[in-house]
């Protein structure tokens, strides 16, 4: 039996287009004699799709694009993932089309995913069908996971999912399916999405998986894919290959700026260039995906800002071929400061001085940002969103932020691969101590341990849900933990506020990890 992957990046809501995509495969798995075709879940509407899965006029769209993708089906099968209305309810469900006739719909059983648990039910889970003498498994999404179901009956397993990026997922997914595969003695498929939605990136990765556990089939990771296995033929077992982690992150990154871009018809970018790690990260990728021309930098420099931070700015962006000026603030600062003076009086500098020059360079951003249409980048990371180092309506401002679920060590990481063919960002910006320059000589240090012991401690606290003692008895300093442990909870409404973060971890802030604003609690 021929069986195609087809493994494609669709719009959410865009029928038409997701339609004819579907078509165009459908009709190219008739040119090489497949007798299957398989496309993700949710793959006509595009996911997640929210509370439009509660629209019914979204959901007749659905079914209406299913139809006429029906209609081409002559001479071969599709399993098709799409939402449907069953008892009144929601559901995520597969059609199985056969001869331009859709036979049965199966739908999901577990919806266990955060961005589902609102918007779809359950439904009844695993069904089969027998196509060319095999008896096949549907199972959709983490329905793989009741192995019961299915173990008994089918000699093939074909997994529609809609399975976002996260960091090792792909390994862990190659994994399972090979223990699965050859545990169970069968063969194992798995059709993935693959683009950019909003904050969630789709890496594909769709594979199929032999009964002795051996992989022979593996669609690309991060772009669209056709691969057509036959899976009675004796196929040659492929060497799985190695996911380098940091290289992963970039191209999820990229992936998801470039989509969140082109779906929402915008071109052009802004951000402000400070001569850190993080704004340089971000200008690098962002000239990259969406081109130097598309790109303007803004650096805005105070009293405080070190001549080496502009120099370092100025060569990047030289460097990149970018558009930039050079708009110093410490005018516009001392402007604020005279009318404050009635108020502040002779109150010592503290952070109300520091968060005006943040803010002022967010006007100055933003004012660009209308003034030519262009989209504002945050580049805030992960470690300041934890710990409070940010200034709302300040740093923390931004449209979409693609840095914001890395923490500062693995920003570091990132920059190191930009920089693998050639010298990018300036070798100083790597070895310079981290600083938001907002007073004479600060430095991150003067509140906080090394990044690599904060990025620790919070990896701890945040990725793997660690409690205090646990992270203490690792080694790690008790006063420093209760410290930071004290940061991300006064700092939860700071990112409350904060903007959309592609995800590539297992817990991001947002809809990953959601607490309530309170410093009540101590779990």
Known sequence: MRIALAQLNYTIGDFETNKVKIMDAVQRAKREKVDLVVFAEQAICGAPAYDLLNKVTFLGLGEDALVEIASCCDGIAALIGLPIQKNNRTVSAAAFIQNRKILRYVSKKKVVWRDEAYHLSCGDGCEFVTLCGHKIAVVIGHDIEDE???????????????????????EKRYE?????AYTMNKNFIFVNQVGGQTDVVYDGSSAVFNCYGEAIALARSFEEDF????????????????QHKTVNVYRAIRLGLRDFFEKNGYKKACLGLSGGIDSAVVAAIAAEVL?????????????????????????????LGLEYDVIPITKAYE???????????????????????????CVMMMAVSNKFGHILLNTSNKSELAVGYGTLYGDNTGVISIIGDLYKSEVFSLARYINHNREIIPERILLKEPSAELRPEQKDSDALPPYDVVDAILYRMIEEGQHREEIINAGF??????????????????????CPTLRVSSCPFGKGRVMPITSKYGF
């Open 148 to 170: 019961q179901e299915y173990v008994s009956y089918a000699d093939t397993v074909i997994n529609l999912a809609a399975s976002p990026y996260y960091r090792a997922v792909i």
């Open 176 to 180: 399972e399916l090979s223990r699965r």
């Open 227 to 242: 691969v057509v296995v036959d899976i009675d033929a004796k196929n040659e077992p492929l060497e799985i290959p190695y």
């Open 291 to 319: 081109g130097p021309e598309n790109l303007k930098v803004l650096m805005l420099p105070s009293q405080f800002s070190s001549d080496h931070s502009v120099e370092d700015a100025l060569l990047m962006a030289d460097s």
């Open 335 to 361: 402007t604020i400061m005279d009318t404050l003076k009635p108020v502040f009086g002779n109150l010592p500098f503290d952070v109300a001085e520091e968060n005006i020059q943040a803010r002022l360079r």
């Open 477 to 498: 300093d008790a006063e420093v933990v209760y410290k930071i442990y004290g940061m991300i909870l006064r700092n939860e409404q700071k990112r409350y506020q904060f």
